[in-house]
């Protein structure tokens, strides 16, 4: 696992998975969020010995959505509160088990042991958040903003003080826009737009795989996810992919996409 600071309150961890990015964020006081989660057992572990070193106190754990690698926090911080948007505490309500099956999926293929199951109910469970609204760390205001499209549910937290956007999927460097069931190319694309002031303003984006990246290129992916998407709604299979991100796996992802459109007609 890599970690690399963007802020003095901002501390960014990329998981050998996916790089899934998790990200820590410091209020006064040395109250802290962690945002998202690495996947690894050994990540998690080292992640709070991690928080404490520089300062940071996790007080509760954020998922910018429901899917099953961002939601490992309560690994590392088996006390603290999850808070997720609204659609998202919905989606793991109306799909109880899925995350925690496709988890097991994941260890069973990479031969993975874990110390217990996930469980995301029992002390401190999910809380759900309005979105768009605020959060309070520390007596600092995180910004919530609604980030549906990949999925049905989502939220981006910006931080306003430091400057960063942690975005979850989406403004990733290593893969294209993915509609996952439940997303749509249009819900995608106003999740773009209501991004673009935010990305304008940032010193940093953390999107949910790739790494922390700064402004200046997130707001250049965010031109070639938006050209990307709506090139797939017109063209559909035939539409070209983003120059920097045509590897083999995102080929395959986009003929994923690309049936997604079709069945939405």
Not at 94 to 119: I, K, M, N, T, W
Not at 142 to 169: F, R, S, Y
Request: net charge negative; charged share 20%.
């Amino acid at each position: 696992m890599r970690a690399v600071g963007l802020h003095a309150d901002v501390v960014v961890a990329s998981s050998r998975a996916y790089a899934t990015s998790c990200a820590l964020v410091r209020g006064d006081g040395g109250e802290a969020f962690c945002i998202d989660s690495p996947v690894y057992p050994d990540e998690l572990e080292v992640l709070p010995v991690m928080a404490g070193q520089a300062g940071f106190r996790v007080a509760g754990l954020l998922a910018t959505h429901a899917d099953w690698d961002h939601l490992l926090g309560r690994y590392a911080f088996p006390d603290a509160p999850l808070g997720a948007a609204e659609t998202s505490a919905a989606r793991l309500t109306a799909e109880p088990g899925v995350a925690q099956r496709e988890l097991r999926d994941f260890d069973e293929e990479h031969y993975v042991r874990r110390p217990s199951p996930l469980s995301l109910g029992g002390r401190g469970s999910i809380q759900a958040l309005p979105v768009s609204g605020h959060v309070e760390v520390g007596g600092r205001e995180l910004e919530l903003h609604p980030a549906d499209g990949h999925t049905a549910d989502g939220m981006a937290i910006w931080v306003p003080w430091a400057g960063v956007l942690v975005a979850g999927d989406y403004l990733s460097p290593v893969e294209i826009p993915a509609l996952s069931p439940g997303g749509s190319a249009r819900a995608y694309l106003a999740t773009l737009a209501r991004l673009e002031p935010l990305v304008e303003q940032a010193e940093h984006v953390v999107p949910g795989h790739g790494g922390p990246i700064d402004g200046t290129r997130a707001l250049a992916i965010l031109r070639e996810d938006r050209a990307y998407l709506e090139a797939l709604a017109e063209q559909g299979a035939k539409a070209p992919l983003p120059l920097a991100r045509r590897g083999s796996a995102q080929r395959k992802l986009h003929e994923a996409n690309a049936a997604v459109v079709a069945a939405a007609g």
